[in-house]
């Protein structure tokens, strides 16, 4: 349910003198911890993600990347920028 969606309805209700105050903020702090939640659960997917990554192996040695790149425009030996350790 979009954001705005979810805090139209209790709003509604608090206008229409249906629900107190207290519930209408109960109601919006509801959806922030739920935003709160999704966000936490989305940064550790990405966390566990880059764990399985690294875990199988993933990323380069710096010692032989460095010794085999060759920069694409100057032939010239690439800049190495992230290291699997």
Do not use: G, I, K, V
């Given at each position: 349910m979009p954001r705005a969606?979810?805090?139209a309805t209790p709003r509604a209700r608090y206008a229409a003198g249906d629900i107190a105050l207290v519930e209408l903020l109960a109601a919006q702090r509801s959806l922030h911890?739920?935003?709160t939640a999704a966000a936490r659960a989305h940064t550790n997917a990405a966390v566990q993600l880059v764990a399985l990554y690294k875990a199988l192996g993933g990323g380069w040695d710096v010692s032989t990347a460095a010794s085999s790149a060759t920069h694409p425009l100057r032939g010239t030996a690439a800049p190495v920028a992230f290291s699997s350790r």
């Open positions: 969606q979810a805090t911890e739920a935003e």
